[in-house]
């Protein structure tokens, strides 16, 4: 049992991979996916589903997951039948954070040599918009990789922390960067200065997550959002997505430019498609 928000400042890294005996070790190998469950949803199959899928490890995020993670997004990103994807995990845990035992033997040379962590980024290239179905824990890295995605939904029973510090250590996936862009900065300074939970109904108010519904309805809640989204043209889905990052980006008026564009862009589409002008 690791149990460090509960309990506090129970273990180090070096404690957890010890005590804990690395009895579920990250599977590696190639071809189907391990860590992943993959398949497409919804009435016409519109929307790439993915779960976390390592639920001995409360679906921590190993090396070999993260690989997975990035062909699943990339697949659906090119694949024209899918508009919108939904990431979920597990009723306990989203995912638990980054897997601290395969992280602990890692040296400074070894982490800062491969730059640990990189390939985490590679989703926010993902064109279609990506809802977090959180239930259970979103820790640490858990919590930043649904900060990474377009959309939070949380079941009731949802837990947000950035409990790096109780580790000696500090977010790496982009925990000091998102969440006081998603909470503010008071709150976030809190978060990732004690390493407190908060539940899903404070994540709602501080502005982390858009909606929380019970545990049960959370799939069907983010399914349903997916197919929404999913009927709107692909265009305009990727014009709002690619706007709205960069407002977290770009100063206002490079930003208000981009919009503007796109705007001209997706409004001369779907003016010429009313007209039924061929666009080829
Ligand atoms: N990495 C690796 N294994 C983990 C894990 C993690 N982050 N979190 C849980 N596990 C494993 C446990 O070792 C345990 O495995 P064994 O049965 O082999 O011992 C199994 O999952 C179940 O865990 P617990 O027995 O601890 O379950 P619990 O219900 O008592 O407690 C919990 C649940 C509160 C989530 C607790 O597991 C916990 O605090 N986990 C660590 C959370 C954490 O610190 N996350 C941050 C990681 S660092 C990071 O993410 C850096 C970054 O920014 C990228």
Excluded at 5 to 25: D, E, P, W, Y
Excluded at 73 to 93: N, Q, W, Y
Excluded at 156 to 168: M, T, V, Y
Aim: proline share 3%.
């Amino acid at each position: 049992m690791l149990g460090i928000a509960r309990t506090g400042i129970r273990f180090t890294l070096a404690s957890v991979a010890r005590g804990n005996g690395l009895r579920q070790l990250c599977s590696g190998g190639s071809g189907s996916y391990k860590n992943i469950l993959v398949e497409k949803k919804g009435d016409k199959s519109q929307v790439g589903f993915v779960r976390l899928n390592r639920p001995k490890a409360l679906n921590s995020l190993c090396d070999d997951l993260l690989r997975e993670l990035n062909v699943a997004f990339r697949e659906f990103d090119a694949d024209p039948s899918v508009k919108a994807i939904v990431l979920t995990g597990s009723s306990k845990a989203f995912a638990a954070g980054a897997d601290i035992k395969e992280m602990q033997p890692k040296t400074y040379s070894t982490v800062f040599g491969t730059n640990f962590i990189n390939d985490w980024t590679e989703m926010l290239r993902i064109r279609k918009p990506i809802i977090a179905a959180v239930n259970g824990y979103a820790l640490g890295g858990g919590c930043e990789l649904a900060m990474m995605c377009d959309i939070i939904y949380a079941g009731d029973s949802a837990k947000f922390a950035q409990p790096e510090i109780r580790l000696g250590t500090i977010p790496g996936a982009g925990g000091t960067q998102r969440l006081p862009r998603a909470v503010g900065k008071s709150k976030a300074m809190e978060m990732c200065l004690t390493g407190d939970m908060i539940t899903a109904k404070e994540a709602e108010s501080a502005g982390l997550v858009s909606k929380v519904v019970p545990a049960d309805k959370l799939e069907a809640a983010a399914l349903d959002l997916a197919e929404r989204i999913s009927r709107m043209s692909l265009m305009a889905i990727y014009a709002a997505k690619e706007s709205i990052n960069a407002a977290y980006e770009a100063p206002l008026s490079q930003g208000l430019l981009l919009e503007r564009r796109l705007f001209h862009a997706s409004f001369g589409r779907a003016t010429a498609l009313r007209r039924n002008v061929s666009l080829h």
